[in-house]
């Protein structure tokens, strides 16, 4: 962790601006509360953003959690460089606020105004080292003009020498500015600091028209992501009991398995109390349900979500007061400005981490931008990552959120035979899996309506049908891990030719008797590739979303559950007459 | 040069054609003088065929209506 001096700055009220307050009341949470502590050891005091907050102290709590981890400590990037990543994106997106905040935190951590100026005129001439600058340009286009952000920008960073560690704190940064902006424009946060004058932006962001999408780039984690495992990793447990699946924009950051702590417990704080608003309507903000079928005052809520996340710069206190009007209390309005806030951090990480939109950015696609300050002729012409498919149950998943249950059993009839396979593909066994097919539809149905988003329904219900699966695996304390390292090696043993035609072998129904005993026989973790991949024919993005994997993970279990299915059905195919000859290692 | 070992890793990527023109090139180059690899080949991709053209695992409609009936009757009690 790396502390300030205390007491260097203040935010005392006469800094603030012209003695407003915020849009929520403060009340005193007492001297010895944790995450204040931590603010004044970090930031020198408690900003105004945190103490604006005070009607919720625990989700004060969320805040100092996410905070802690990315930005409090020196890891792949120093607290100078994750500051200067701050204030770059905050004077970027116009926001007084942060970029106040940031600047003042920089000075203290030894900068010059002069330099801190030029960062924001141009940052290419400021004084800064190449990997700075390099971690600069990737995050202002990912914090400024994430529709055209791509796996080109990370490459381009990475062919600069930034380490994938770099490029994770790098992103997680950018989402934690994103957060921080969503915050300090909800609650109306004060200055802490006398107003400065900014200089003007010429700009830094002018670079973002250098950038050129990549048309057509797959979806794909763009960071090395080893695997874990919800059943040995607790953040991921609690993800899947709360989700159904561990979306994949949390697997797509197990290089910091701290970071992974944090965000649980950010959920777990913001999410879970019903003390102000309810789970539903904190999951509708979270995952970007439609405003389709949704009470007035709930329509209200979404609305005002909507405009926040878009950083609208007309959101204003009229927007609280209108959610007033809608029968909301002050705490519940302050929790739809943190949940927002929230759905703005992954927003950000989803895009920058390549994870598959399982875990759906809210609204996207309607974020308004400044076309002045990102240089695009287009942006429909440049939309790269989110490549939206038509999801051919949309309309059905709709009818069945207006309450027309005979919609969800035409659901159940198009997927019944890729969820009892996915089902038989991990579990082992056709009786269990037309057991469990039930206990999967009813998690389908229980958590639809927090569906909505741009990931595919399949997807989604594969995901579902996946952890329902390894919950059974668990429960029967069979250990047959999806998860653990591949084995030592395989050689493939069987290397004699197979007879040209070997459906000519068998009836057809000895044919498929031999072949599921061959795929039954496999380890589950290949077994279940296979099937979603080569049976069920599922895209290699939208296997490796439901399963948790990498791409490049999942493509190594397709290849040898191919190399060991051929090896286990050799013996009933080769030609007699041929004689084997040496095996080969992978 | 590759060696059988190269060769494997990349082979479903040969399957899938979703291999770069010189990586093809350096592939068929070592199948055309290695008869392991060649059996390799040919015999993954007639596992593929056999794997997808037997439909396997089918659940039968008699089999699942009862299932889906359940089902139902447990959507329904949940809703009212």
């Known amino acids: ?586 | 040069m590759i060696n059988c070992a190269d060769f494997v890793a990349e082979l479903d990527n040969y399957l899938d054609g979703d291999v770069a023109a010189a990586v093809r090139v350096q592939l068929e180059h070592h199948i055309a003088h290695c008869k392991t690899c060649t059996v390799l080949v040919d015999s993954t991709r007639k596992t593929l065929k056999i794997l997808t053209e037997n439909g396997l695992f089918d659940l039968p409609r008699e089999a699942f209506e009862p299932i889906a009936e359940e089902i139902m009757a447990r959507v329904r009690t949940k809703e009212k």
């Open chain 1, 1 to 586: 962790m790396v502390g300030l001096p205390l007491n260097l700055v203040r935010g005392s009220s006469s800094n603030r601006d012209g003695g407003h307050m915020s849009y929520f009341g403060e009340v005193d949470v007492g001297s010895t509360f944790q995450p204040f502590t931590a603010f004044c050891e970090h930031f020198g005091f408690v900003p105004s953003l945190f103490r604006a907050q005070t009607l919720l102290p625990r989700v004060i709590r969320a805040d100092a959690a996410l905070i802690s981890p990315i930005l409090f400590t020196n890891q792949a990037l120093s607290r100078a460089q994750k500051e200067c990543i701050l204030f770059a994106l905050a004077a970027a997106n116009d926001n007084a606020y942060c970029s106040n905040l940031h600047y003042q935190t920089l000075k203290l951590l030894g900068a010059t105004e002069e330099s801190l100026d030029r960062i924001v005129a141009d940052y290419r001439q400021a004084d800064l080292a190449p990997t700075t600058k390099a971690v600069l340009k990737l995050t202002l286009k990912l914090g400024t003009s994430e529709h055209s952000f791509s796996t080109q920008d990370l490459r381009e960073a990475s062919s600069q020498g930034l380490a994938d560690e770099c490029l994770l704190e790098a992103i997680l940064t950018a989402a934690l500015s994103r957060l921080l902006c969503a915050l300090s424009i909800g609650v109306g946060a004060v200055s802490d600091f006398a107003p400065r004058a900014a200089p003007p932006a010429t700009h830094a962001l002018s670079l973002c028209s250098d950038f050129f999408p990549a048309a057509g780039e797959k979806l794909g984690f763009n960071l090395h992501a080893p695997e874990l495992s919800p059943d040995d990793f607790a953040p991921f447990a609690f993800l899947r009991d709360q989700f159904g699946f561990v979306p994949s924009v949390f697997c797509a950051q197990t290089l910091r398995p701290t970071i992974l702590e944090a965000e649980a417990c950010a959920i777990q704080f913001v999410l879970l109390p019903e003390d102000a608003l309810t789970r539903a309507q904190k999951e509708r903000i979270l995952l970007g349900a439609s405003q389709a079928k949704l009470a007035k005052s709930d329509r209200a809520l979404l609305s005002f979500a909507e405009k926040l996340e878009a950083a609208d710069p007309e959101f204003s206190k009229s927007d609280i007061q209108t959610l007033q009007e809608n029968g909301f209390n002050e705490k519940q309005i302050l929790e739809a400005v943190v949940t927002t806030s929230l759905a703005c951090f992954f927003n950000v990480l989803q895009v920058g981490l390549g994870a598959a939109p399982d875990f759906p950015a809210p609204w996207a696609g309607k974020r308004k931008r400044d076309a002045k300050k990102a240089h695009l002729s287009s942006s429909d012409q440049r939309h790269t990552y989110v490549a939206q498919p038509i999801d051919p149950d949309a309309e059905c998943v709709a009818r069945v959120l207006g309450g027309d249950l005979g919609s969800f059993e035409e659901l159940m009839n198009r997927h019944s035979q890729r969820v009892y396979r996915t089902l038989v593909g991990i579990l082992g066994n056709p009786d269990e899996a037309r057991d469990a097919m039930q206990d999967t539809f009813l998690k389908a149905f229980q958590h639809l309506a927090g569906f909505e988003g741009r990931a595919r329904f399949s997807t989604w219900l594969v995901s579902i049908t996946t952890n329902t699966a390894i919950q059974r695996l668990r429960e029967r304390r069979q250990m047959e891990s999806l998860d653990e390292t591949f084995d030592e090696q395989f050689r493939p043993r069987e290397v004699q030719a197979w007879t040209d035609d070997p459906e000519r072998l068998y009836s057809r129904a000895e044919m498929r008797s031999l072949i599921e005993n061959g795929v039954m026989r496999l380890p589950a973790k290949y077994r279940v590739v296979l099937i979603l991949l080569d049976l069920e024919q599922l895209p290699l993005e939208e296997a490796a979303a439901a399963l948790g994997l990498g791409i490049p993970a999942i493509k190594a279990r397709r290849l040898r559950g191919r190399l060991m299915l051929r090896e286990a059905l050799a013996p009933h195919f080769i030609q007699p007459e041929r004689k084997g000859t040496k095996g080969v290692t992978i």
